[in-house]
């Protein structure tokens, strides 16, 4: 008696629970939060980096990212804020994140992002690329700016080899 009302109920269950899955696929799902490196991670992570980044210190990196952090993400999938999100950073033509409107100078920019790059970048942005919209003084400290690179390179990046 009960299972002849309780089953066509279950399988209007089912049928829903399936079609809701089918519209959600048709979104991006943002990619989950990593957690953070353990300290043999992030020994790992630096070693590989080519000099002079795998002579870094990964922590004063992550402090120096603090005054980026106002107008930058660095997660796969972050949001663009005042300035574009940096997943992938590193081998990117500068000026094309997705869905972030750049200043004419960065449109037109002709490379893609190196370390070498970066360092100029950060050093002083207003010369580095006359005209661009990136108000930000520049990071004055050689060892600050080694730092915070080789911070971007393993965070930016997708893990993978010996620190997954
Ligand atoms: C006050 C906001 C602000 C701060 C702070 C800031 N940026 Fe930016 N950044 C921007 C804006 C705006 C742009 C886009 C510039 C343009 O289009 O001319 C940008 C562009 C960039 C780009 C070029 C990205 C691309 O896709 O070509 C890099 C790399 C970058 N910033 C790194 C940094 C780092 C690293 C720091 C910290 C040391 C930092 N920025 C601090 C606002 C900021």
Wanted: with cysteine; aromatic share 10%; charged share 20%.
């Amino acid at each position: 008696m009960k299972s002849s009302i309780l089953f066509p109920a279950l399988l209007t269950t089912l049928a829903l629970g399936v079609s809701a899955c089918g519209d959600d696929s048709a979104k991006v799902p943002a990619a989950p939060p990593r957690p953070p490196l353990t300290p043999e991670q992030v020994t790992l992570a630096m070693a590989a980096l080519p000099a002079p980044y795998d002579q870094a210190d990964y922590e004063n990196g992550r402090r120096v990212f603090a005054r980026c952090r106002a107008c930058h993400t660095v997660t796969e999938g972050g949001p663009n804020m005042t300035g574009p999100n940096l997943w992938g950073l590193f081998g990117r033509p500068a000026g094309r994140h997705e869905g972030y409107t750049y200043s004419k100078a960065l449109q037109e920019a002709d490379f893609a992002w190196d370390g070498d790059r970066l360092d100029h970048w950060l050093a002083n942005p207003r010369t580095f690329l006359p005209g661009n919209k990136m108000n930000f003084p520049g990071v004055p400290d050689d060892q600050d700016r080694r730092d915070v690179i080789a911070w971007l390179k393993v965070e930016t990046s997708p893990r993978q080899g010996a620190y997954p």
